[in-house]
């Protein structure tokens, strides 16, 4: 019997999962997917807003400017890269000048600091060769890798006492008494509270809850990947001007050196193709052009593509986050719905905002173990020569770089592969260690990752999942011997 | 009737053609740049003739295959068959290259031989 | 790091492959025995080791190797001449002075070399490089990844098998995938010519009857988990998809032979100057790079069609290195060579131009009886006549000394 069950461990999950773990509660996670950063969570931009994009008084407002102001302690307690770089919203015509002018207002309003207008001039001694006769320049806002942020959330969750179930798609929701039983990968769990943190699924488990209603359309946004080498040169995100629905296309630096070119953000009905779009690439290419022309397309490595969930009105427009409890329809459920962007950025305040309206309901004993503190894998990469000397010493696997591009080394592959949550793919692999992730895009160390977790895991060549189920990877062996 | 070729003898890849003018007559070859390039399309035009490559298992070593090749061309007709015969065979560390796999093999005058070594797995010998 | 924990070392080679190996072997026999080979795999031969089909060496050795023979040549000399080779040891760091910084099982090295070899070879394009539309399933594999699983890790990665680009590793994986059982549906090539060699189309694809398919291209890759088929397009003159020609191909696996790319991040760091068509450094006859006492050999410089090349490149590269230590510097190459008509690029691109010495080329597309030629100032220095000259070859010309400085152009007519 759980105290609370999360049905959904991406970013607002797993920062749900961790902050219960403040409390004397036993809290489980059931994600249907192999890890826990495979939709939403992990396919964007990376990018910590500043909350003045959003309508004034709205919850997307709210909790994107306290999750923006939270953002450095949690990223200092769970060990994840947060650059707080500051960005640019680059125009040219008075049009866009005045809409700058109410963006400034806009997030003054709603709380957000460090927005003012610049110059051509300052614009363009902040960032080499972009383009723009001035920009809006938000100094609080910065990028963050959305993989490992979720990951730690979630490792954290897990070491406050939190369970993870993998691989467990909920398919039915009853309630009996005081408590829903929630059947899930084929087993039953039960439970006193369940939240409904399903993202892309939110709909379906809204259902499931029986708050019907909701509808919800998908936008979907296809992305360029850039070499490591182009993030030298741009020292933060570049967007155009904004409306308070669509952040337009932008080119991003992540934290790791590589420049983002997207997104398209296209509606569609379907929440689970994340096929890129030859139209879509061609698009980027132009729009990026325009705000950064230094890249051309033999610096592309990868391309991906998102899908955000959006809670529209009868006349499509774009609400705002629905998080609710229905004490009538379904008393202690947590219902959040529409859990679009800035979701990355407010996840923690999100995840305090909900327990603050269980805690209206039913008073939570305070758990004095809770440990804050997270330690990410060591980046043999970041560390100075010293560093780096003293490691190999102490053990020698960090003497053995296994991926090259991104210099990984195999202690650190070693850590992912015996990951906290129990990860077993090579897509969990990569997200913990940038392995694969480099220009020969795992031309160069894919089959020593196959080897290794083939011999780490105990497992045969056709068990190895890439990263969804099924993903599979061998037909098996070549010879038997 | 004209037969047009690439000659795989070297890498130069001469285009060689053949022409003959009826069943009778012998073939007119131009457009080798060596003899070698005559010799090959000769064979071309009676039985094409091919050298190949695959892997053996190993048992107890480093690797777990050999790489293999016959040392002289067969025909080309039977190269499907040999690389299963060859399939069927499993090796044991330590096995070095130039250590040859099979004799006169398929009665065609020529040798399967290993072209890399694989030294035995230290644990395995250990065993 | 402090400097008494440097090492100093006379000739420091990146690379254990064909280049590294033949250069190491030509400076000890030159005289010069201070060379340390670092090597990232745990035994020297770089791609060589996987490449197991024949077919090598005919121009260096006069017979035809596998590539694990080929390369145990090289190896067997390094052995006996004791040349010290480091191996599961990677360079993380070259620095403008030849400052190299090694990590090892056996510990984090810093190395002063008087003269610095890149020979890193090269990389594979991979499918996120292309940006080939549609979804990332599993069974997306480069031709050497392919080759690698297949030939070293014993793995087997397809069944139903679609190859893009007629590149020389595709159309081999076509023939190695079609012994080991696999279907090979067919091979499809972007441009209007085959890029790999001659020989390989006839026996790697004629002999098992597998079509090519030229001005054809992948348009989108389908499957979310696995790959299910791919949507192939015909092209047109300028490359681009011609609508109404897409057909769905079912298949397993795509293989991608769609081109190389030198493996020059390492010399990037050190300062080294590239250039954009060989994607390689800038180079003189002696193949020292834009930055003194380090030179480029190999595939690393720009990608060759045959490893007797690159073996022989580097033996001239250890030549001019061996003068480059008894001299303490060479000569800067102050002549320019363009590609002018018909050439892509030429290697070297720069010349001291006091000695006769040789430019390679590649042509831009299939040509039959030219004349490559090249030109200082309205003198021909050097030419030669072809009855046909590939893209997919490299062609080597005999330049003549030149006097002063202007430019050389070379051109095909």
Redesign the interface.
Known sequence: MFDVLIIGGGVIGSAIARELGRYRLKVGVLEKNTDVCYETSGRNTGVCHGGFAYDRGSLKAKLCVEGNRIMGEVARELDFPLKRCGKVLVGNTQEEYDRLQEVIAQGEANGATGLRMITEEELKAMIPGVKGSFAMLSENSGILDPFLMTIALAENAVHNGAEYFLEHEVTAISREDDTYVVTAGGETFRTRWVINSAGLGCGKISDMLGIKGYKLIYSKDDYIILDDRLGRDLPMPIYTVPSNTYMGIHVTPTTDGNVLLGPTAEDTDNNSWYGVEQKNLDYLYEEAMKLWPNFTRGDYIRTYCGILPKWVDDEGRIQDYKIEILDDIAPNAVNLVGMESPGLTASVAIARYVIDMMQEREKFEENPDFDPIRKGIERFSRLDEETQARLVEENPDYGELICRCQKVTKAELLQAIHNPLGVHTVTGVKYRTRAMMGRCQGGYCQMRITRMLEEELGIAPEEITYAREGSRMFFGKVREV | MIKE????V??N?C?ITAERNSENEEYKITGNACSRGLTYVRQELTG?V??????????GGV???A?V?VTAPIP?SR?KEA?ELI?AQ?LTAPVH?GDVLLHDFMGLACDVIV???VEACPEEAAR | MSEQNKNTVDVLIVGGGPAGLAAAVRLYELGIRDILVVERENEPGGILRQCIHDGFGVTRFGESLSGPEYAARFIRQVREYGIRVMTGAAVTNITPEREVTVVAREGLTVWQAKAVVLAMGCRERTRGALAIPGERPTGVFTAGVAQAYINLYNRMPAREVVILGSGDIGMIMARRLTLEGAHVKAVYEVQPYPSGLPRNIQQCLNDFDIPLYLSHTVTQIHGDRCLEGVTVSQVDERMSPIAGTEEYISCDTLILSVGLIPENELSLDAGVQLDPRTRGAYVDEHLQTSVPGIFAAGNVLRVHDLVDFVSMEAEALADAVHKYLAAGDLPEGKVKLTAGAGVHHTVPQWAEGKEPFTVSLRVVRPMDNVWVCAKQGGHIVGQKKMKKALPAEMIQLKVNPLTGTEDVEVYVQ
């Open positions: 070729f690439t000659c795989v070297c890498p890849g285009r094409p091919r050298t190949f490559a695959t892997s053996v298992g190993v048992t690797l777990p295959l790489s090749r080309l190269v690389v399939h499993t290259a072209t890399k070594t």
